[in-house]
Structure formats: C-alpha cells, structure tokens
C-alpha cells in the first residue's frame, strides 16, 4: 500500500534525524529541523545535514541557495538519486561540502561520476544539410542528432532509417510521428518549408504569446546570439557554435541551459542562455564548464529573470563570469 504524503514525509524527516546523529554526530536535543522543497535539513549553528530524495539534478542549485542565506560554513549533502553527478557538480561550485550516495539505510561517500561521451553525428548526412538550409531553417548539431531550427524551436531532425539518414519533419517526436503517418504524398522538404513557414510566423521579435513561443526560450536566445553576437558583448564577426546540454534535453519541454562557445580562440569564451526562475541552470553550466574549459563564462537573460540567487550561484564558477540581461523578443 503506497504510503500518502503526510506519512512519507514523517518517515523522511525520521531517517534524516536518525543519519544525522549516527553518521555525522548530531545531537538531537540542539538541533533544528526543517522540510524546504529539496529535502529534510537538520542543523544546528553553522553546520548542517540535507537528505534529499529528490531525483532532480537542479536541486543542488536550491540546497547552495539555501545554504548562502542560513550561513551553512560545514556542510553534508545526502542524496538518494544522482549522488555521482551531484558530486561532480559540487567539486566546481562547492568544494568544501561533502557529497554522500544514501544506499538504503547507509551512506557512501559519493564519486564524482565521468561526464558522459558525446554521440557521434550521423554520417553521410550532407545532403539532408543542404535540404535544411534550402528550407531557411538553421542547422543546429547536438548530442550528435542534426536538427533544423527556427529560432531555437526544433522543427525536423536527421535519424538513422533502415537504409541510411532520413529527415522527419515536427516540432517534437509526437508530431515528427504524426506528420510520418498522415504524409500526403508530398516531399520531405515541401513538408519542412511549411512547417518553417507556420512556426517562424510566431518566433519573430515582438510576436504575442503562442504555444508555439512559450516553449524553448532559452534556444531562441541563443539563436539571437548566434546571429548577433554583439548582444553578449562580443564584435558582431565573432564565431560562435552551439554545444549541448549536459545531460541532454529530454523533450521540448524541457529547459536546459542553451550554450555557445567561440570558434577560433584557445581557449573558448563561452555564453549561456537561459529564461526563467532555474535553479539548475549554474549546477548544469558547472558540467559545461569541465568539459569545454573556457575562459570566461557570459550569461544572457531577460531583465526580469536576472534575479540575486541566479547571481548568488553564478559567483560559485570558479572562473571569470558575467551576465547581460536583454529584452526577450516575444511578448506575454
């Protein structure tokens, strides 16, 4: 019988009271328990204890928030899921913390996990580039899967078919799926222009609020940077390529950090754009930053997103950043 939030909740505040005293030492009678969205806290002064059962990498973002506004200097964090990736993340952004894997009713100490291997691009794709680019879409490469893009929204990507790359055309795998079952009988690329056609319409500066433009904001600004670099205090030749998230997205509806590095110089300048109230955005950028190695990182957001937590995190990369706020190019 699943147990009801109430009753979870009493059982998970129990077994971080119980961690806390056998494994970290706490005494029970001096301690302060709390429940924020991202776990059970038990503290006492300036040292802390978080078991956190949640499975969202973003949350090492709120315990680091957290931890800045109650002036935690000694810190243990608990995890039941991602412990190897969180470790990672907080050997950039908090190297003095402790990170634990909760294995049953025990702790490890948790090992930073290998960033994951790229995927390779699919081969023998060039023509299928061409058929991209004659439609007016970008071409966008992540994660090794091709796509074509109108101002950061995927429309189509390149798969691999029984006898080489084919191109499926929708914003999304259900409408890739539906567009490949009620196909008309017209070609691949008359299918793409029309769907390039129907979506550009509302992913224009100063476009309304449409389904169409609320999803995958944070890759329309990239796409803006990418075209003029000036808006993240780069000289308008400056070359710039798109790098994947880490891990990859998901789906549409899944916000990731949308990251740009330039071309040319060792080693790269890289910029980040995001929307929105993320609190994994610099937990994800951390993973960016081991792998592409820049020399600087440059954030770009709405005004209205460049809130003192984003900044807060921001100051935790080890290495030179900055943000430039814009006017986002829709409009709610």
């Not at 992540?142 to 084919?166: F, K, N, Q, Y």
């Not at 994947?244 to 080693?267: D, K, M």
């Amino acid at each position: 019988m699943s147990l009801d939030p109430a009753q979870r909740a009493g059982l998970e505040r129990a077994r971080a009271i119980a961690l806390a005293r056998d494994h970290f030492g706490f005494d029970e009678t001096l301690t302060e328990v709390d429940s924020p969205p991202f776990g059970v806290v038990v503290r006492h002064e300036g040292r802390a204890c978080v078991v956190s059962s949640s499975r969202d990498l973003g949350v090492l973002g709120g315990l680091l928030v957290w931890a800045a506004r109650h002036e935690i200097s000694d810190l243990d964090l608990v995890f039941e899921h991602n412990g190897g990736t969180h470790a990672r993340r907080a050997e950039l952004l908090a190297p003095p913390f402790r990170v634990w894997n909760l294995v049953g009713s025990s702790i490890v100490r948790a090992v930073p996990e290998s960033l994951p291997t790229p995927h390779r691009v699919t081969p023998d794709a060039t023509a299928l580039v061409a058929m991209i680019e004659r439609s007016g879409a970008d071409v966008v490469v992540e994660d090794g899967i091709i796509r074509a893009e109108i101002a950061g929204l995927e429309v189509g990507r390149v798969v691999e078919g029984p006898t080489g790359p084919l191109f499926e055309v929708g914003v999304g795998r259900f409408d890739r799926e539906a567009a490949a079952l009620l196909n008309d009988g017209q070609s691949t690329e008359s299918a793409l222009v029309k769907v390039v056609d129907r979506v550009r319409a509302h992913r224009v500066v100063g476009a309304h609020s449409h389904a169409v433009n609320r999803i995958a904001r944070e890759r329309w600004i990239r796409s803006m940077v990418a075209r003029d670099p000036t808006l993240a205090g780069l000289e308008l030749s400056t070359v710039v390529v798109p790098v994947e998230p880490i891990p990859p997205r998901l789906g549409l509806l899944e916000a990731a950090p949308a990251a740009l590095v330039t071309s040319g110089s060792e080693p790269p300048l890289m910029i980040v754009c995001s929307t929105g109230m993320d609190l994994g955005l610099v937990p994800a950028v951390a993973d960016l930053v081991a792998r592409h190695e820049p020399s600087e990182v440059r954030f770009v957001m709405p005004h209205r997103d460049v809130l003192p937590y984003i900044r807060q995190l921001v100051d935790r990369l080890p290495l030179p950043t900055s943000i430039v706020s814009i006017d986002p190019p829709w409009v709610d």
